[in-house]
């Protein structure tokens, strides 16, 4: 007899899409075409605590039926949800915090009030501190990179862009919330990055999903580093304008670590 299938509410899928950082909760490799799945196979159960991401592949794994094929049973993948659930919020207040530390006058991004923007002298001095943040971000991930193990190597620009994310939620603290939509930051923030991994992985792989290698993972990861950069970059402008009071040749000579 077949399943009856309730439709996901927009507001239900867009929750469980943000807390799994729109990546596969098994694989956990960003980019890849993703899916909401039934932990428990009811297409009729929406509850969100039956609700998983799962990419194309891992997601085939749940339907396998005999033998020793089925590897994703109901409890491993909800037992990897879970963490993995817990794992992007852990990585996102670590970012907030990472950023937030290596920022001078750091105590200035408390506000009053949600909605008011800092002054603008906390802008500059917010400002000032940042390319050091990149800094610090590049040096905790240049070991990994050396290492040539594509996992590590993967994972430590999964870091990085999660630093310079941290960023640009520091940085929307100068914006208006309708400037982002009303969305809250990290979810504005992390619907652009996912969809710059979905894009390199796209044309990287002109032949269909899989079919470059595993190098794709590794070349997404560098292609998006530049992306989530150039969007510090265009905060920044946008945000000093054509004031006199700031110089924006000087901050991006620094960002590009060219400073005299």
């Not at 940085?171 to 809250?184: G, H, I, V």
């Not at 000093?240 to 110089?247: F, H, L, M, N, V």
Request: with cysteine.
């Amino acid at each position: 007899m077949p399943k009856t299938r309730i439709a996901i509410t927009p507001d239900v899928s867009g929750e469980i899409l943000f807390i799994s950082d729109r990546t596969c909760c098994v694989c956990r490799e960003r980019g890849k075409r993703v899916q909401i799945h039934h932990i428990d196979e009811d297409p009729s159960n929406n509850f969100p605590g039956n609700l998983s991401v799962l990419c194309l592949e891992c997601h085939d794994e749940t339907k396998i039926r005999g033998g020793f094929g089925k590897h994703l049973t109901a409890p491993v993948v909800k037992k990897y949800r879970d963490e993995w659930l817990l794992r992007v919020q852990q990585r996102r207040d670590e970012a907030d915090r990472f950023a937030i530390s290596k920022m001078a006058g750091a105590e200035l991004m408390l506000t009053p009030t949600e909605s008011e923007i800092p002054p603008r002298s906390s802008l500059y001095t917010y400002l000032d501190s940042i390319p050091e943040v990149k800094k610090a971000l590049g040096v905790k991930a240049q070991p990994e990179w050396d290492s040539g193990v594509t996992a590590r190597m993967n994972q430590a620009s999964y870091d990085y862009i999660d630093g310079i994310q941290g960023v640009l939620v520091g940085l929307s603290k100068f914006y208006t919330k309708e400037a982002f939509d009303n969305q809250e930051p990290h979810e504005f923030f992390s619907e652009i990055i996912s969809s710059r991994f979905r894009w390199h992985r796209s044309h990287l792989e002109p032949n269909g999903p899989g079919s470059g290698g595993t190098i794709v993972g590794t070349m997404c990861g560098g292609s998006v580093m530049s992306d989530v950069e150039s969007m510090v970059e265009d905060m920044v402008s946008s945000l000093t304008g054509y004031s006199d009071e700031y110089s924006w040749k000087h901050w991006k000579r620094r960002w590009d670590n060219k400073a005299t």
